[in-house]
């Protein structure tokens, strides 16, 4: 896993090779391609969550928080081993970062919740070693997105370590709130608490501060390989580039028709705006409210969906969360993501969508 642009260089050729670097008692390191999940494209070996053929229509937002990869996991499973190790380079912050010094934190996890949490002290490159306290898995570890690891090799600990079955491909749209700003953990954010119910492969295309309907991510969502399409945007369009309703409307159809060009029976749910307090009644700077916004949102997709799309459902979000849940009256906390996650998972079952 990793940020960045262009072709991958530096020391990892031995690890991917298979070469044993001399740490722990396992056998060779392991190529991490197999392993991982919630990969959108690659870029130089690198998962990164935009295409890289296509940056120069995003906006720099947009493409600043795609090279960082959010929801970028491992899984697998095995027979007898008891640990694994990861041999990874942190490619963020940068040495003179303010936040160079913090600990990398990589969290393991099966089938019934947290297992463990481990660590590290913070280096440019490393190897951590995770304990698995029994069982045969499937294991997820998901490493610390903020430092942006890029995944050399991993290798098991008394045995062999193999891929874990493949899933249905949820792919998710969305701004801060999807990306899991405000969620203490990686794991903790929606799309992850809604994957790991609906035992999902999940995609996490959330980019904080963007998501503005943009139709040029569209046209790359129309591309990307997917069994079942969430879009829960909209906020940013009250705020950072201010939208009026009837605007929003027509982005919202152009938005799903550009989508459905390249996924035209794929299940799709979108998720109009949470609660935003502050916005609810404000107007912005085009005379919209958040509430005008939700509304303009919601008509586009049942317009759409009284059209003939019968594989389309729409969740309303005012309603879903409430003051209790949000950390800074903008983002979920812990507790908004878990119960947003669910209800999100109970719209995907309603709707029928949670075959895959």
Do not use: K
Request: proline share 8%; aromatic share 6%; net charge negative.
């Amino acid at each position: 896993m990793g940020a960045g642009r262009g072709t991958d260089t530096g020391t990892d050729s031995g690890a991917r090779a298979g070469t044993d670097t001399g740490t722990g008692t396992g056998g060779g390191w392991q190529d991490p391609g197999p392993f991982l999940r919630g990969v959108a494209w690659l870029d130089g070996g690198r998962p990164v969550r935009a295409d890289p053929a296509d940056t120069m229509r995003l906006p720099w937002d947009t493409g600043e928080r795609a090279g960082l990869p959010i929801g970028v996991r491992l899984e697998f499973t095995t027979a007898t081993a008891r640990a694994v190790e990861i041999h990874y380079r942190a490619t963020l912050p940068g040495p003179t970062d303010a936040l160079h010094d913090l600990a990398h934190g990589f969290a393991l996890w099966d089938r019934h919740g947290v297992v463990s949490e481990v660590f590290t002290e913070p280096a440019a490159e490393s190897v951590v070693r995770i304990e698995l306290g029994g069982g045969t898995g499937p294991f997820t570890i998901h490493p610390p997105e903020t430092q942006s690891p890029l995944v050399l090799g991993l290798r098991g600990i008394g045995g062999g370590l193999a891929p874990a079955p493949s899933a249905p491909r949820w792919v998710v749209h969305g701004d801060s709130i999807t990306e899991g700003w405000w969620s203490t953990r990686p794991a903790h954010g929606w799309p992850a608490v809604a994957g790991r119910a609906l035992s999902w492969d999940t995609v996490n295309l959330g980019y904080a501060g963007a998501a503005r309907g943009e139709l040029a991510t569209a046209e790359q969502l129309a591309g990307l390989p997917a069994d079942v399409l969430t879009l829960a945007f909209g906020t940013n369009c009250w705020s950072r580039v201010p939208f009026s309703a009837p605007l929003l409307y027509e982005t919202t159809r152009a938005f799903l028709e550009l989508v459905r060009q390249g996924h035209p029976r794929t299940p799709l749910l979108l998720v109009s705006p949470l609660l935003r307090p502050d916005a609810e009644r404000t107007p912005n700077r085009l005379g919209a409210t958040l509430g005008a916004l939700r509304d303009a949102m919601e008509r586009a997709t049942r317009d759409r969906i009284a059209a003939g799309d019968d594989r389309l459902a729409v969740l309303p979000g005012r309603d879903l969360l409430g003051p209790e849940h949000l950390a800074d009256g903008l983002h979920p906390n812990d507790s908004g993501h878990q119960v947003l996650g669910l209800a999100v998972v109970t719209a995907l079952r309603r709707a029928g969508f949670d075959a895959g």
